[in-house]
């Protein structure tokens, strides 16, 4: 297993000062994430208008939008919020918990709503 | 930093106290928690939203059939709008991060400049919003329902002071959507209006002419407490703003505050990021 106990990026600590060298290198992170970001935003709009939901097609697009949005999310959190560049412990203390919080959540929600849905269909006025 | 990238600390002297094992400030690490949290509050909202979502399938509103306005022009642009509001958050995440990168070079002016840039974004969305919720609350001249379950669509909005009989070109859609859909003019529209039972328009807390109920409710609620997230957002912007003009944090040594409240912001960008997707596109 990779030690987690060596201090390999400890750029964000108080005690830290970036160089302009630097500054440059995280500009440039940053323009590259935002142009990302806005290509993504710009492919999803055109695929919500352009394909109607209940089309053939439209179950992979469904599906293409909650890929889009996680690598959004992605990039979001690592490089905006520096996650990405924290210690490992950090990381998993703040991304573990929730994400098996919520993917039970999820999981309950599907497996009710669709159980509700079926009732639905077979009753409705 | 050189000196401490090559230095190994054992394990237990770091858990042990006397520093960070998470090599973070206190500070910082309680907003991250604080953000899960946040995090796990708004993910309740949108499976709570999703699970409605999916147990009402068929009668649920599409999003680019409710959302196809832009302020000042009467066409039809789905998602347009609330694309721009993501855009717009988008880059004021963008120009936040930017005064973080600015604070940990020590540089006052850039953390001004681009941190008054993330206000004014912020601001932005918050008008952007306020008009999308004046829209949805206003809504289209809407239908009525008839003793028989009936329900016809207006084609003519009737002013507040006005009756039907008042307004020119007054008609009614029958079967709006379907194969015999046709449009009933004049007299016969007046006097089917006059018999309604209830005129639909717009939305509020317990009915809506785009769906079920529970749309609308969770339309206020989500977008409503995101809202008030970019609210209070933009409020420590401006706090943490004029420290900035105060030079508190030059003397201070460090623009910590500045990282701080850009995660808080970030975050804030990063539910929209979900709510767009999950209300708006899905």
């Given at each position: 297993m990779e030690r987690d106990d060596l201090i390999v990026n400890d750029s964000y600590a108080l005690n830290n000062t970036h160089s302009e060298e630097q500054g440059v290198e995280i500009r440039k992170k940053i323009i590259k994430v935002t142009v990302l970001l806005s290509v993504i935003t710009a492919i999803e709009v055109a695929l919500g208008i352009f394909i109607k939901q209940g089309t053939t097609l439209w179950p992979v697009v469904k599906w293409s939008f909650i890929v889009m949005t996680l690598i959004k999310a992605f990039y979001i959190v690592a490089v905006f919020m520096h996650l990405g560049d924290e210690r490992k412990s950090l990381r998993y203390v703040i991304i573990l918990p929730y994400a098996l919080f919520i993917l039970y959540l999820l999981f309950i929600g599907i497996t009710e709503s669709n159980h509700i849905n079926e009732i639905w269909l077979q009753y409705k006025p | 930093m050189a000196s401490e990238a090559t230095q190994a600390v054992d394990s237990s002297t770091l858990w042990g106290g006397g520093r960070s094992p998470f090599s973070v400030s206190y500070g910082k690490m309680m907003m991250w928690f604080f953000l899960v949290s946040d995090a796990l509050t708004f993910s309740g909202l949108l499976v709570a939203y999703g699970y409605a979502r999916h147990a009402y399938t068929g009668a649920w509103p599409i999003g680019e059939e409710v959302f196809y306005s832009l302020p000042g022009l009467s066409g039809h642009y789905p998602l347009i709008y609330v694309a721009l509001m993501t855009f717009i958050l988008i880059i004021s995440s963008v120009t936040m991060v930017l005064a973080v990168e600015a604070g940990h070079r020590k540089d006052d002016k850039g953390v001004i400049k681009w941190l008054a840039w993330t206000i004014i974004g912020g601001f932005f969305f918050l008008g952007s919003q306020a008009w999308e919720w004046s829209h949805f609350i206003h809504g289209t001249p809407g239908y009525i329902t008839m003793a028989d379950n009936a329900k016809y669509w207006l084609t003519e909005e009737i002013p507040n002071n006005k009756t039907a009989a008042?307004?020119?070109?007054?008609?009614?859609?029958a079967n709006k959507g379907s194969e015999n859909e046709r449009v009933i003019e004049g007299a016969e529209a007046v006097s089917i209006y006059e018999d309604k039972v209830m005129h639909v328009q717009g939305a509020n807390m317990t009915i809506n002419e785009y769906g079920p109920p529970q749309?609308?409710?969770?339309?206020?609620?989500?977008?409503?407490?995101?809202?008030?997230?970019?609210?209070?957002?933009?409020?420590?912007?401006?706090?943490?703003?004029?420290?900035?003009?105060?030079?508190?944090?030059?003397?201070?040594?460090?623009?910590?505050?500045v990282e701080k409240t850009g995660l808080y912001w970030h975050f804030v960008d990063l539910v929209w990021v979900f709510v767009f997707t999950f209300f708006y596109l899905i």
């Open positions: - | 008042d307004v020119a070109n007054f008609g009614l859609i749309y609308g409710n969770f339309f206020f609620f989500i977008t409503g407490f995101h809202g008030f997230h970019v609210f209070s957002g933009v409020v420590i912007n401006i706090i943490i703003f004029i420290q900035v003009l105060k030079g508190v944090y030059r003397r201070r040594g460090h623009y910590e505050m």
